[in-house]
Every structure is written in structure tokens, then in C-alpha cells.
Nanobody
Framework: QLQASGGGLVQAGGSLRLSCTAS?????YAWFRQAPGKEREFVAA????????DYVDSVKGRFAIGRDNAKNTLYLQMNSLKPEDTAVYYC????????????????????WGQGTLVTVSS
């Protein structure tokens, strides 16, 4: 259902755009990340229509979540990257049968991409 891409190595202050091809009927989607030795962390979520979005405080003003209708992809635009943003990033989605308010709880997402590594060097 989901296939993530776009990770890589970037210097601090740089930008990356993660993409996630999506299929099926989705009510909302999100990005999570997991740094080495740490638990998976919520990054951002959006309703399918884009009228509701939520971000973890540490990325507000730097990251933007959205989707490209023409390409049927979800994206996470990451600007002003910091070394602490280094992690494996995962896209996730909730099906139309599992709709509800935006949530940072990973357990409530039905579909997951395989993860893409983002490394930010200082």
C-alpha cells in the first residue's frame, strides 16, 4: 500500500523531500521516525483533504506534510535540517474504515511504508 523514498545524506541546514506512493482509500496519513536506540516518534499527520495538520513541536516551522494529487504520493518536505533529525522515516496511513481525529499514536495506523533513512551531518 505504501512505498517510501527520498532519504539520504544531507548537511545541517539543508533540505530533503520524502515521498510515499499510496494506493487505496485513506482517511489520514502521517510520518514517523525512529532514531538509533530510540522509540518510534510521531513527526506529522494530515487529513486526506489537507484541512487538518499536526506536527511535533520539534519540527514545526521546518517540516511540511502534504500530498501530490497528480502523482498520487504523500510527501514530507524537510527544511533547515538538524543532526537530531537523523532517523529512519516511515509513512503511515489510516484506511477509510478507520477514520477519526488526527492522532500521533502509531498503533492506530493501518498501513506502513518500509522506511527511508535520513542522515544529517553537522
Amino acid at each position: 500500500q505504501l512505498q517510501a523514498s527520498g532519504g539520504g545524506l544531507v548537511q545541517a541546514g539543508g533540505s530533503l523531500r520524502l515521498s510515499c506512493t499510496a494506493s487505496g482509500r485513506i482517511s489520514s496519513y502521517a510520518w514517523f521516525r525512529q532514531a538509533p536506540g530510540k522509540e518510534r516518534e510521531f513527526v506529522a499527520a494530515s487529513s486526506w483533504r489537507g484541512d487538518k495538520k499536526d506536527y511535533v513541536d520539534s519540527v514545526k516551522g521546518r517540516f511540511a506534510i502534504g500530498r501530490d494529487n497528480a502523482k498520487n504520493t504523500l510527501y514530507l518536505q524537510m527544511n533547515s535540517l538538524k543532526p537530531e533529525d537523523t532517523a529512519v522515516y516511515y509513512c503511515a496511513a489510516r484506511s477509510n474504515y478507520n477514520s477519526g481525529p488526527l492522532t500521533p499514536l502509531a498503533s492506530l495506523y493501518d498501513y506502513w511504508g518500509q522506511g527511508t533513512l535520513v542522515t544529517v551531518s553537522s
